[in-house]
Nanobody, 127 residues
Framework: QLQLVESGGGLVQPGESLRLSCAASGFTLDEHSIGWFRQAPGTEREGVSCISGTDGRSVYTSSVKGRFTISRDMANNTVYLQMNYLKPEDTAVYYC????????????????????WGQGTQVTVSS
């Protein structure tokens, strides 16, 4: 059974950093691409970043490019999201999920193509 568990959220001030973790079990990271998503109150869940299972290539939504970095540790079967220069608009619950299409990160903007969602971790950026 595929399972993903997020951790690492918290309350930080604008400009600070956080690193989120997404621990996978029931599969290995080369079998599925992994996406990070976020959902702020009153908004739809949006794709933030994705790392390909086959080659480790990454993609980012424009609002986080240059500030967020996705990576993976194959030995620990964990995907990370390093978030730097955080802004209040980054406040949301962050989720990770596994691609269900077998097409890598091509559809990372569409939550319907991802599954095995974790429970989420809250990130709050506020002064």
């Amino acid at each position: 059974q595929l399972q993903l568990v997020e951790s690492g959220g918290g309350l930080v001030q604008p400009g600070e950093s956080l690193r989120l973790s997404c621990a996978a079990s029931g599969f290995t990271l080369d079998e599925h691409s992994i996406g990070w998503f976020r959902q702020a109150p009153g908004t739809e869940r949006e794709g933030v970043s994705c790392i390909s299972g086959t080659d480790g290539r990454s993609v980012y939504t424009s609002s986080v490019k240059g500030r967020f970095t996705i990576s993976r540790d194959m030995a620990n079967n964990t995907v990370y999201l390093q978030m730097n220069y955080l802004k209040p608009e980054d406040t949301a619950v962050y989720y990770c999920a596994a691609d269900q299409t077998g097409e890598g990160c091509s559809w990372y903007r569409f939550t319907a193509y991802f599954g095995s969602w974790g429970q989420g971790t809250q990130v709050t950026v506020s002064s």
